[in-house]
């Protein structure tokens, strides 16, 4: 078993036509045969996402040197470590390495035991005969898997015992689950299957007819006619800006704020301060993510705001856990909500209203609750009630709002995502959303 380890683990990947005498692959093969280039770093790491989350394993993938090229995706917090660690970690690139070759050697998936003992499989991605790396996925514990499964532990005996294990990390270790044989066998091929059928994809990306590369040709110039659109509207919105003037338009409320003072106006003063306030982050300073310290904060200044124009006929509450306050989420999430509670809970009942927003996390999930004890009418009532504004008056932008909320939602987490609003009439609404605590990569 040692030496056919040892030849795993030494075998260059790939065709020999595709190598330079040295064994590493040619610089044209590299340029345009790799796997960012042709799968796409942000698909594989979706792919890994939902794969992950039907069969519990942890994934990555890898190149053909046996290095990380995607984020690590579901990995246990035993493994993150070990990955983490300098020579730990080396063990693993090792693992990736010998996985690499057996599976490229019977041109299948191989399973065998990390390491550390963990049971893991590696999926070898060809695409015109060329290995350019490998899926890997597992981490678990297994008890009943056949003697014959290669285990690593042995091949690297004397490098694992220069570095033992802690109290903690044989704790992390112990909390692994553990998963039967022929079940990850079904779920490695689960995987396997996903990877053929991406690989498959790129070779007909690759061997396009006359009539699919015209079809191409056309939608590469409408993207650059679109993209060309875009830079005209951002330089309109530009030029908007420039006349709106949002410095000057901040800096003389704050000169009001100031005057209110003065004249001994001290809640003029404090509502034009805080219209300051909300103005600067809104239309200045947008950003598409935000920490959630920066989401309430906006909120909460909006609502001290409606405090002091509606008096003791407004209340309202702001309940979340401080260890969330700096988790990144979209913006403007909780404000669209809030402004609905406020404007339809304070229009359609004399009596005071409380608005209550809390944060939870709900597994992997953010949870998001506005509560109102408005008059809880319904969307079709509500749009009744004020149709003889004709769609001009607040509450219609409030809408606007939550609809393009909506929009933005679905572009991050297109189906890993809800919002709902619940009316009950005399009681209220509830309105909800349900958001990964992890965004998607490459959002920031």
Known sequence: MSSDLDDS????????SD?????????????????????????????????????????????????????????TPFCQEMHDEQDTGKL?????????????????????????GLLEVAVPIIVKNIHLGSFYGGQVRCENAPKEIANLSRLFEADLAKCP??????????????????????????????????????????????TSRMEVKSLRDTAARLENELAIKQSELISIKSRMNF????????????????EESPRTSEM????ADHLKQSLVGYKFVVFLAEELNYVERYLKMQKIRYGNLLNYHIEVAQELTMRKIPTQIIGPLVERAVFYGLSTVEAPLTVTVTVEQKGADLLIKVID???????????????AFQNDYEGESILMSINELKHRLD?????????????VPGHGTESQVHIPMRLPAGVF
């Not at 996985?99 to 191989?110: P, R």
């Not at 802690?166 to 689960?190: C, G, H």
């Not at 034009?272 to 219209?275: G, K, M, P, R």
């Not at 572009?411 to 009316?423: A, D, G, P, Q, T």
Request: hydrophobic residues 40%; positive net charge.
């Open 272 to 275: 034009v301060s805080l219209l």
């Open 9 to 16: 683990l030494n075998r260059p990947a790939g065709k020999p």
């Open 165 to 210: 294990l802690n109290a903690r990390q044989k704790k992390k270790y112990k909390n692994i689950p553990v998963y039967d044989y022929e079940r990850f066998l079904d779920l490695s091929e689960l995987l396997a299957l996903v990877v053929r059928q991406n690989c498959q994809a790129c070779l007909t990306d690759q061997s396009w007819p006359p």
């Open 373 to 387: 004890n408005g008059s809880g009418l319904s969307e079709e009532e509500l749009t009744a009630r004020f149709a």
């Open 411 to 423: 572009r991050l987490f297109v189906n890993n995502y809800s919002i709902e609003i619940n009316s």
């Open 19 to 75: 190598r330079n005498p040295n064994g590493a692959l040619d610089e044209d093969t590299i340029v345009h045969f790799n796997i960012p280039r042709l799968f796409g770093k942000s698909n594989l790491e979706k792919i890994q996402s939902v794969v992950s989350k039907a069969t519990g394993l942890a994934l990555v993938t890898v190149d053909y040197k046996g290095e990380p090229i995607t984020e690590l995706t579901s990995f």
């Open 247 to 262: 410095h000057f338009l901040i800096n003389s409320l704050s000169s009001m704020a100031n005057l209110a003072l003065i």
């Open 92 to 116: 693993c690139r090792q693992a990736y390495v010998y996985g690499a070759g057996q599976a490229l050697a019977s041109q299948d998936k191989c399973v065998y035991f990390c390491p550390c």
